[in-house]
C-alpha cells in the first residue's frame, strides 16, 4: 500500500496538468513554490524555450542554475537568462527590475571566472537601484579581486542603505563580514565607524536625490500625506483615499514579475475574509508594475477577484522599495505595521494581530 501512494499522487499530479492550457509552466511554478531546483530548471527551460518572456520563471531559472555555486554551461545559461531579464525591464522602464537583472548578470559572470566584469555589473546595479543587493555583490566581487576596503565600504552601503527586503538577520551578517574585511584592510577596526556613518550620510542623499528624480511625474506629488492620494483603478477610474479617513486601511504592495507576491496573495485574501464584516477595516491591492499593460492579463490569469488600484505616488510616500509590502495604516492614517519580503509562516497571524490592535486604538 505504502508503494501504491507516492504512484497515485503522481497520476493524481499528471492529471491536474494535463487539464491546464500550459502543463509545463504550471510544473514550472509548483516547482518555484517547493523550491525544487531540478524541477524548476527542466520545466522552467521548457517554458522558455518557447517564451521567453515570463519574469518571474527567468528569474527563478537562472537563480536555480547558480545555486550551490553552479559554474560553466550551467553559469553561462545564467547569464543569458538575467540578459534577457534586463532586456525586458527596460521595456518596462523598471529600474527597480534592471537593476536586479544587472546584480544577477554580475553573479553569474563571476561564477564564469569573469570577475572584473561581474564587479562592473554590480557597480551598475547599485547605481541604477541602489539597494543592499547590489552593494553585497559589489562586496563579493571586490573581495575576490583583493580590493578589501572596497568590499569592506559596499558592506557599509549594505548595512546603512534603507532596504525594507533587508533582514535584521541580514544586516548582522553584513555587519560582522564588513568589521573582518575592514580589519584584514587596515589591521583594525578604528576608523570603521567613521566609515559607517559615511555611508549612511552618503545613502540618505542618494535615496533623496532618485526620490526627487522621480516626484515630478507622479500625479500625487504635491501631496505628503498618503490619505490625501488619489490612486487609478483598472479601468481608469479614480480613488480618493479620503474617503478611507477614519478607518484602518491595508495596503498590499505588489507587482506582476514578482514571484513572492504570487506566493503571499492566498494569505493576505484570509486576513482580509477575517475582516470582510468590519466596516472600520479596507483592504486595499496596490500594483506597482511600470508597465500597467501587463497587469489585466495578470489577474485575469490568476484569477484575484478584489479591486486593484495602480500605487500612483504611494510607494514613493510610504518607502516601498520591496516587494511584497503589505503596511497597515491606522485611523489617523499613519504607519502602524508594515510586513516586508515573503512571510509564509507567520503573515496571516501577524497581519491579523496588527489590524486588531490598530482598530482597538481609537
Known amino acids: 500500500m505504502t508503494r501504491r501512494l507516492p504512484l497515485a499522487l503522481a497520476a493524481i499530479a499528471c492529471a491536474l496538468l494535463a487539464q491546464t492550457a500550459d502543463p509545463d509552466r504550471a510544473a514550472a511554478r509548483a516547482a518555484i513554490e517547493a523550491h525544487d531546483g531540478p524541477g524548476t530548471i527542466l520545466y522552467g527551460e521548457r517554458v522558455l524555450a518557447r517564451q521567453a518572456t ?32 534586463e532586456e ?7 529600474d527597480r527590475g534592471i537593476g536586479h537583472a ?62 525594507p527586503s ?73 480613488f480618493a483615499m479620503a474617503g478611507l479617513k477614519g478607518k484602518v486601511v491595508v495596503l ?8 513572492p507576491c504570487r506566493a503571499q496573495h492566498p494569505l493576505y485574501r484570509e486576513v482580509a475574509e477575517r475582516f470582510r464584516d468590519n466596516p472600520a477595516a479596507a483592504f486595499l491591492s496596490i500594483n506597482a508594475d511600470d508597465d500597467r499593460s501587463l497587469v489585466k492579463p495578470f489577474l485575469d490569469e490568476e484569477k484575484w477577484p478584489e479591486p486593484v488600484y495602480f500605487e500612483d505616488g504611494l510607494t514613493r510616500a ?9 503596511i497597515v495604516l491606522d485611523r489617523r492614517g499613519q504607519v502602524a505595521g508594515r510586513l516586508s519580503g515573503y512571510l509564509p509562516e507567520r503573515y496571516v497571524e501577524t497581519l491579523t494581530a496588527r489590524v486588531r490592535t490598530a482598530l482597538e486604538d481609537r
Open 88 to 94: 525586458l525591464n527596460r521595456e518596462n522602464r523598471n
Open 166 to 238: 533587508t533582514t535584521a538577520a541580514d544586516r548582522a551578517r553584513d555587519r560582522a563580514r564588513m568589521g573582518e574585511l575592514f580589519q584584514r584592510a587596515k589591521g583594525s577596526e578604528a576608523g570603521l565607524g567613521d566609515l559607517l556613518l559615511q555611508a549612511y550620510d552618503r545613502n540618505v542623499a542618494l535615496l533623496h536625490a532618485r526620490e526627487l528624480r522621480l516626484r515630478p511625474a507622479g500625479p500625487n506629488a504635491q501631496f505628503t500625506d498618503q490619505m490625501e492620494f488619489t490612486l487609478t483603478a483598472l479601468d481608469g477610474g479614480k
Open 54 to 85: 515570463d519574469l518571474p520563471i527567468l528569474e527563478a531559472v537562472a537563480q536555480a542554475l547558480m545555486a550551490g555555486g553552479g559554474r560553466g554551461e550551467a553559469a553561462q545559461r545564467a547569464f543569458k537568462y538575467a540578459l534577457r531579464m
Open 318 to 326: 510610504l518607502g516601498v522599495f520591496a516587494f511584497p509590502t503589505t
Open 102 to 163: 544587472l546584480a544577477v548578470e554580475a553573479r553569474a559572470s563571476g561564477l564564469l571566472g569573469r570577475s572584473e566584469e561581474a564587479l562592473t555589473l554590480a557597480r551598475r546595479a547599485f547605481e541604477t537601484f541602489p539597494n543592499a543587493e547590489a552593494a553585497r555583490e559589489i562586496a563579493r566581487w571586490s573581495e575576490r579581486l583583493g580590493k578589501l576596503q572596497d568590499a569592506a565600504l559596499a558592506l557599509a552601503d549594505a548595512f546603512t542603505i534603507s532596504d
Open 252 to 259: 498590499d504592495f505588489w507587482a506582476t514579475w514578482c514571484a
